[in-house]
T-cell receptor
Framework: GENVEQHPSTLSVQEGDSAVIKCTYS??????FPWYKQELGKGPQLIID?????GEKKDQRIAVTLNKTAKHFSLHITETQPEDSAVYFC??????????????FGQGTILTVHP | DGGITQSPKYLFRKEGQNVTLSCEQN?????MYWYRQDPGQGLRLIYY???????QKGDIAEGYSVSREKKESFPLTVTSAQKNPTAFYLC??????????????FGEGSRLTVL
């Protein structure tokens, strides 16, 4: 089955700095790579995703890059703000056929943005 | 508003008792999922259902049971056979067609504590 490794487990930055979280996956058949943000006591919310037909996707201050050859993908947050503080999860899996929604998650990264 | 509703938010039970967690969605999604979250770990898939009256075991199904009698409902029973049931349980749903196929929409979670 799929195995997803996420690093670092904790990340502390100053407001305005950039933050980068990296994930590797094992199953070359995976073609859907979402990132979720989870605030304390709440369910995760999708912040950005990428599918295997693209290498990079950007949405305002958030970007995701994908390297299918090396089987890794990364989340980049620029100009961080205190409200970006949360737990971030990467995931890998299939987006179609019988495997849609069956995601394997990384262990999570606790991001703290200091004012 | 459309979304996923989980109840109860907090639940305390004694060892040896079965408990049922409720999950209802009004997003008209075909697929529904149950994930378990433990501190410092990613989300692990317990059971999933891609269509009414059908469901499949995930990675950690032992000690759990589900039913899918209606499209909008996917209750999870934590049985006394589950050796370590104290955890945060997350229900999710996913569309089967469309541009966001495979995207998981999560509920707010149910925290179960077994005393």
């Amino acid at each position: 089955g799929e195995n997803v490794e996420q690093h670092p487990s904790t990340l502390s930055v100053q407001e305005g700095d950039s933050a980068v979280i990296k994930c590797t996956y094992s199953d070359s058949a995976s073609n859907y790579f979402p990132w979720y943000k989870q605030e304390l006591g709440k369910g995760p919310q999708l912040i950005i995703d990428i599918r295997s037909n693209v290498g990079e996707k950007k949405d305002q201050r958030i970007a995701v890059t994908l390297n299918k050859t090396a089987k890794h993908f990364s989340l980049h947050i620029t100009e961080t703000q205190p409200e970006d503080s949360a737990v971030y999860f990467c995931a890998a899996g299939g987006a179609g056929g019988t495997s849609y929604g069956k995601l394997t998650f990384g262990q999570g990264t606790i991001l703290t943005v200091h004012p | 508003d459309g979304g996923i509703t989980q109840s109860p938010k907090y639940l305390f039970r004694k060892e040896g008792q079965n408990v049922t967690l409720s999950c209802e969605q009004n997003l008209n999604h075909d697929a529904m999922y149950w994930y378990r979250q433990d501190p410092g770990q990613g989300l692990r898939l317990i059971y999933y259902s891609q269509i009414v009256n059908d469901f499949q075991k995930g990675d950690i199904a032992e000690g759990y049971s589900v039913s899918r009698e209606k499209k909008e409902s996917f209750p999870l029973t934590v049985t006394s056979a589950q050796k370590n049931p104290t955890a945060f349980y997350l229900c999710a749903s996913s569309p089967r067609t469309g541009w966001n196929t495979g995207e998981l929409f999560f509920g707010e979670g149910s925290r179960l504590t077994v005393l």
